[in-house]
C-alpha cells in the first residue's frame, strides 16, 4: 500500500501564497516505482483538471492558467511532492489532491482546500 498526505492548504488573500506538501509512505517497494507525481484541482461544480505535474527525473509540466505563479518540484529522498502558490487569485480556490502513478497503478491523497479570498 502507498498512502499520499496533504498538508499545507488554507485561507489568504488574493496575491497571497501557500505551499503544499504531498508525502508518500508505506510500502518502499511500490514507492520506489512511483514516476510521475502531480497535483489536481477541483472547485465546486467544476470538473477536476491536472495543475502540474513532475516526472522522477524533474521534467514539469503545467497547466496555462498557473504558469509563471506555480512551481512544482520533489524531493525524491523523501518520498514527497511540492507545489508552490504565489499571486494567488481566487479562481484558484479548489480542493488540491496530489497524485502518484506508477507502472500498474495509482495513488490519490485526500486533498487539503486552498480558499483565495478577494
Known amino acids: 500500500q502507498v498512502q499520499l498526505v496533504e498538508s499545507g492548504g488554507g485561507l489568504v488573500q488574493a496575491g497571497g501564497s501557500l505551499r503544499l506538501s504531498c508525502a508518500a509512505s508505506g510500502s518502499a517497494f511500490l514507492i520506489n516505482r512511483i514516476n510521475n507525481m502531480g497535483w489536481y484541482r477541483q472547485a465546486p461544480g467544476k470538473q477536476r483538471e491536472l495543475v502540474a505535474v513532475?516526472?522522477?527525473?524533474?521534467?514539469?509540466t503545467y497547466t496555462d492558467s498557473v504558469k509563471d505563479r506555480f512551481t512544482i518540484s520533489r524531493d525524491n529522498a523523501k518520498n514527497t511532492v511540492y507545489l508552490q502558490m504565489n499571486s494567488l487569485k481566487p479562481e484558484d480556490t479548489a480542493v488540491y489532491s496530489c497524485k502518484a502513478e506508477r507502472l500498474g497503478g495509482n495513488y490519490w491523497g485526500q486533498g487539503t482546500q486552498v480558499t483565495v479570498s478577494a
Open positions: 513532475i516526472q522522477r527525473g524533474g521534467t514539469t
